[in-house]
């Protein structure tokens, strides 16, 4: 019997709210994603998406990129299997489906926010590892596109994205540097800023660079 993940109904919860910690270390957190109400597959966050979520003991924001996401069974020896039918016919015909799955994602973390507890810093933001990553069932939140305008002021970030393990960094990057681009509005400026210091980090890498650089169309 499936057990469902404890959450609030969807009503009731903030719509960036989409995803509940299920793994977590030190570098980066597993989340999967929280049940739709009707007939349909969670909302998968996008490759080289920004989503925060919080360590509870200190009230740090945790500020991560997306880096992996897949949907499957929930029951781990039966795999699924082509059945030739419409997403439409399967609501209609095997609605029982979509609750036989799962989908999770991985987000490495790039840095955190002091809790608005803390005055004397002025919620400063930090582009590097936080004391401790969220707990065990946190929420995971979509991040709200002023916070990541602030979060991408200084691209220290990048330095992070290009060291994960497991990852195709090279796409990884570029989709977060694009991300950030269309929501800072094409700000060109900033567009340049992210090259110039892309090239400082891989000034010994020179095909590296060039394929990331070639997938950020100004």
């Known amino acids: 019997m499936r057990l469902p993940l404890p959450q609030f109904a ?13 793994e977590t270390t030190s570098t980066e957190f597993l989340a999967q994603c929280l049940e739709p109400e009707d007939l349909s597959f ?10 925060c979520s919080v360590d509870e003991e200190s009230g740090n924001q945790i500020y991560a990129v997306v880096y992996y996401a897949t949907t499957m069974p929930i029951d781990s020896v039966h795999r699924a299997r082509a059945l030739g039918l419409s997403l439409q ?13 799962r ?15 803390n005055q004397s810093y002025n919620q400063r933001v930090y582009q590097y590892l936080p004391p401790r990553p969220p707990q065990i069932h946190q929420a995971v939140y979509r991040c709200e596109p002023e916070a990541i305008i602030k979060f991408t002021e ?9 060291c994960i393990n497991g990852a195709p960094i090279e796409s990884l990057t570029a989709a977060a540097i694009r991300d950030v681009y269309q929501l800072r509005k094409a700000d060109r400026e900033w567009l ?12 010994d890498d020179y095909d590296r ?10």
């Open 42 to 51: 969670p909302s998968m966050p996008p490759f080289g998406s920004w989503v």
């Open 89 to 101: 016919d399967l609501r209609e015909e095997q609605p029982q489906i979509f609750a036989m799955l």
């Open 209 to 218: 660079l060039r394929f990331i650089l070639s997938q950020i169309h100004p």
């Open 103 to 117: 989908t999770e994602f991985r987000a490495a973390i790039v840095g955190f926010e002091l809790s608005s507890q």
């Open 192 to 203: 340049i800023k992210a090259g110039r210091n892309l090239s400082v980090l891989l000034k």
């Open 154 to 162: 200084e691209l220290d970030f990048l330095r992070t994205l290009l």
């Open 10 to 22: 969807t009503g009731d919860r903030h719509p960036n709210h989409i995803a509940e910690v299920i």
